[in-house]
Each structure stands twice: as C-alpha cells, then as structure tokens.
C-alpha cells in the first residue's frame, strides 16, 4: 500500500529535550516537505527536500533540522524544544514533476506537545 | 494581507443542499490551484486540482477566476460525509516547490 508513515503519532516532552520525528515514504517520491498546523493559521511548510541531500527552508524553519540521506526518509529533528513548537506536525511526499500539479501525499500527523 | 485567504465558516447546510466556498489569493503569478480536504485531527488529502478552464468531478466543481485572484469550489447535492475542512492551496510565485495553504473552511452537513 502507498503510503507516508511518521512516528511517533503523539509525543509529549520537556523543552531542551532533543527529539527526532521520523517520515517514511515507499512510493519512490523525489519531494518531501515538513509542515506544521496551528489553529487558524493553517500548514505552514518547515522545510522541503527536492531529492536526496538537497533541502531548502520553508517559511517557518526556525527551531529545526532536516535531512534526506535516503530518498524514502526525511526525518525532522528538534534540537531544543520550545513549548511554541506544541503542533501538530504532517510530513508530505509528491513526484512534484508538472509545475506543482501531482498530489501531495501526507501521513497522518504527529501531535507534538512541549512543556 | 494573507498570501490566502479563506472564510473559516462553518457552512452549516442541510442534505442535498448545494454550497459554495470562494479562496482569494495574493500574488497573480501564481500558477497552481488545489482543493484539499480534511477531516477532524486526519492529515489532508487532495480534492482536485483547479485548472484554468474550470474542471468538474462528479458533485465537485472547481474554477479560477486569474482577473479577480479567486478560485472557487462548487458542492452539489451535498452529503453528510461532505462534512470536513476543505483547504485552498496555492503555489508560491516563482516557486513551484512552496505551497501556501489557507487555514480552510469548515462545512457541516446535517440531516
């Protein structure tokens, strides 16, 4: 089955406290993109990935890093958490070949809480 | 101003009624149109893709109006598993990698 996979789905932490959000996708995409979603501000993208080892930032790519060593994989990491990075956190995969216009793919979502 | 912008709503409309959700957006050259859906706390997922010439998906009808900076979604006869957020996206100009999302409008279809 296609599919983008993250994990954890929910994860509670302390802030400072370094944490890894893992993405995985099997559908051979090139594009990879982090994004995160608060309460009337809709997903604001993180960081993207064009393909492997090439990433860019988004609008609000402060506070995180990324890396795509391998072209299924594109994990998010928090080098010191904020209680400003409480989010709910969606990974997303597309071929991305036509000008924007294939499908984005996003797993189900990581609702991450910092205290 | 917001790069796009959406009413929030919520459109509360019975069974079978036919709604409308219009999504203004910033920067004229922008060049690709989506309507996303989704459900409560679920990640989303493509509803159609807007082309130029409008497009039609079973009960879904999309349009872009480029003069006035819109794009608009079109439910017919609408069910109650109709009932989701449906978000408006927009690539960024000169960026077809940077997709800006609206923070969507919330339809309820009731019995």
């Known amino acids: 089955e296609a599919q983008v996979t993250q994990n954890p789905r929910y994860l509670i932490t302390v802030t400072g406290k370094k944490l890894t959000v893992t993405c995985s996708q099997n559908?051979?995409?090139?594009?990879m993109s982090w994004y995160r979603q608060d309460p009337g501000l809709g997903l604001r993208q993180i960081y993207y990935s064009m393909n492997v080892e090439v990433t860019d930032k988004g609008d609000v790519p402060e506070g995180y890093k990324v890396s795509r060593k391998e072209k299924r994989n594109f994990p998010l990491i928090l080098e010191s958490p904020s209680p400003n990075q409480t989010s709910l956190y969606f990974c997303?995969?597309?071929?991305?070949?036509?000008?924007?216009?294939?499908?984005?793919?996003f797993g189900p979502g990581t609702r991450l809480t910092v205290l | 101003r917001k790069e796009v912008e959406q009413d929030p709503g919520p459109f509360n409309v019975p069974e079978g009624a036919t709604v409308a959700f219009n999504c203004t957006y910033s920067?004229?050259?922008?060049?690709?149109f989506f309507w996303y859906r989704q459900d409560c706390r679920k990640e989303p997922k493509l509803l159609m893709s807007v082309y130029s010439s409008g497009n039609e998906d079973g009960r879904f009808t999309a349009q872009l109006n480029r003069a006035s900076q819109y794009i608009s979604l079109l439910i017919r006869d609408s069910k109650l598993s109709d009932s989701a957020t449906y978000l408006c996206?927009?690539?960024?100009?000169?960026?077809?990698?940077?997709?800006?999302f609206g923070s969507g409008t919330r339809l309820l279809v009731r019995p």
């Open positions: 559908m051979n995409h090139e594009y």
């Open positions: 997303a995969s597309s071929l991305w070949r036509d000008l924007g216009t294939d499908t984005q793919y």
């Open positions: 920067n004229s050259a922008s060049q690709s």
């Open positions: 996206v927009v690539n960024r100009a000169g960026s077809s990698y940077k997709l800006i």
